[in-house]
């Protein structure tokens, strides 16, 4: 079985391997700016774990797996125009770097380069790995979709917040594990359970994402906490505190979110008050520990001998254990 | 054989038909909005044209035809961004009735749709279609680079210039035509003289597009002519003038294209004076004949009955002896 750091150097040197068009050379700039900025390298690393799971030869996976980071990427470069993102991984953001127009551009390419490394899937599961990642681009976009009109709302549901993670980033994990199964030649019920298994797991992991940057350890969390306070940002937290919360509690929380000027750590420190007050700390915990226990019983139901999924169960405890 | 207008009326019924996910109702309102504008839908019928040749039967072909349409509205929702345009058939542009974000996304869930009009294509030449599709997307992203390339220099050579519009928009109508005839079965001899003819036939139009600007009959042209020389467009003809031009017709060329106040009349008038005196006008049509004969023998060389021709002969004289 090939473990992490093997499956991401295969990763790395298959991505510095891409050839491209230099007829216009300006159109890959940017593609390989942001392709060689490295990252874990999470969903194709899980697209080839998932195919290694039952199957010993996992080169036929690794062009599949190029292609979901590749698309990976592709939404990042025009999710970051749509969020006026100026650092992404440390560097500038391509439309910084560049400007708008080609950022378009380049991303609307990699749409089509993510295309042709899924083509390279073997001519027997050719169309169903197209299948799975067709309607995963088409689910990402909705959760976009549904991202940028929660902006604009003053109530969000948090079961229409879990659904717009779900589409938004979970699927795309999702899909990584299913073509990786698939193109291993798994059994439609097991690429079915290792699809659940990446769903949960990136539903969990979302929910860790908004825990940590309000509750996470000031000494190892890197990044300042309560910036999602701060900024007003529609997590989990602040929803679920806002389906809870009525009377003074509810006044206090609009109070604070309608504040054009404040004192941060004031901010955070009323907002979390109320957070404690309503225990969202503890709801927002059992959720994430609700899919975190649906990904782990998905991948223990796969049919393979337990020791094939100990990489995968411990890339998935080392992304649900984080602190940072 | 079927006609242009029935054609046509599968076309409009297709993508009429055509359903969304309504979960995120908002990013497919655009879509819709942009394939109900009509449009001549010569690119769909053309790969319905090329089916027909080989095949009576044209039903396998309609999606993959869908398909190229939806792909070049996704070209221009894109392209209007970068463009600034406002209009476009008549009405608002995309970003211009929504915003650019909108745009971005809508357009982005565009060309995932038209990858699922692809996947519709039979079994047997299901990776030829995708193969075509795929590699002419990339081109036409290279083709909008090219040309936005052009944009920043001052001297474009016409052989550049011919290339960025084979590759912008030629080899859209190229593959809508090879697709449609690997689908009717066509042999891959057959299937290459038919990209043949439509890369040519695209070249062709685009240079008429040209030259009508400046030398449409202002009876019948629709627009006013000359907008290319107020706007300092790089046209084949500015092209060819430059290329041509020394001493002081070079010098007038080029404080013409300084100008930043001036009269449109003056301007269009002495433009096309220097035009006249290198004939740039007859060296651009022997140009557009040029393609127009390569196409028309391509299609001639198909190896199907001169009858089963007769439509698509019929559409490209419409195409190229336009007069608006």
């Known amino acids: 079985m090939y473990k992490y750091v093997e499956l ?11 050839s491209y068009d230099y007829e216009a050379e300006k159109l890959f700039e940017p593609v390989k700016y942001l392709m060689s900025m490295g990252g874990k390298r999470i969903r194709p690393v899980m697209t080839l774990m998932a195919c290694n799971l039952f199957d010993d030869k996992i080169e036929k996976a690794i062009l599949p797996a190029v292609g979901i980071e590749v698309f990976h990427n592709f939404t990042l470069v025009h999710d970051d125009i749509m969020d006026k993102s100026e650092i992404r991984r440390g560097s500038a953001t391509v439309h910084k770097k560049w400007n708008v127009n080609q950022a ?18 073997p001519a027997s599961v050719l169309m ?19 991202d940028m009109d929660f902006e604009q709302k003053s109530f969000v549901s ?37 699809y659940s298994f990446g769903s949960n797991l990136g539903l969990a992991f979302q929910i860790q994402d908004d825990l940590l940057d309000t509750y996470g350890d000031p000494r190892v969390f890197g990044k300042k906490i309560g910036n999602d306070i701060v900024s007003n940002k529609k997590t989990i937290l602040l929803i679920k505190a806002l389906e809870l ?18 004192d941060s750590e004031e901010k955070i420190a009323e907002v ?34 337990k020791v094939r999924k100990e990489e995968l169960m411990q890339l998935t405890a080392f992304l649900l254990n984080r602190t940072k």
């Open 8 to 18: 991401q150097n295969i990763v790395n040197r298959a991505i510095n391997n891409m």
């Open 104 to 121: 378009i551009l380049s991303g609307d390419v990699m749409a089509f380069i993510a295309n042709e490394c899924m083509l390279s899937a």
């Open 128 to 146: 169903q790995v197209m299948k799975i990642f067709n309607d995963t681009a088409i689910d990402v976009c909705s959760g976009q979709q549904m």
């Open 158 to 194: 948090h079961t229409d917040y879990l659904r717009m993670i779900e589409l938004k980033t979970a699927v795309l994990l999702a899909a990584a594990l299913k073509i990786g199964a698939v193109t291993g030649n798994a059994e439609p019920e097991e690429a079915e359970k290792l």
């Open 245 to 262: 919360a009525s009377g003074p509690q509810l006044n206090i929380l609009n109070h604070q979110l309608q504040l054009e000027e404040f």
């Open 272 to 305: 979390k008050n109320i957070f404690d007050e309503l225990n969202v700390k503890s709801a927002v915990e059992d959720m994430a520990r609700q899919y975190t226990d649906l990904a782990y019983s998905s991948l223990e139901d796969v049919k393979v001998e």
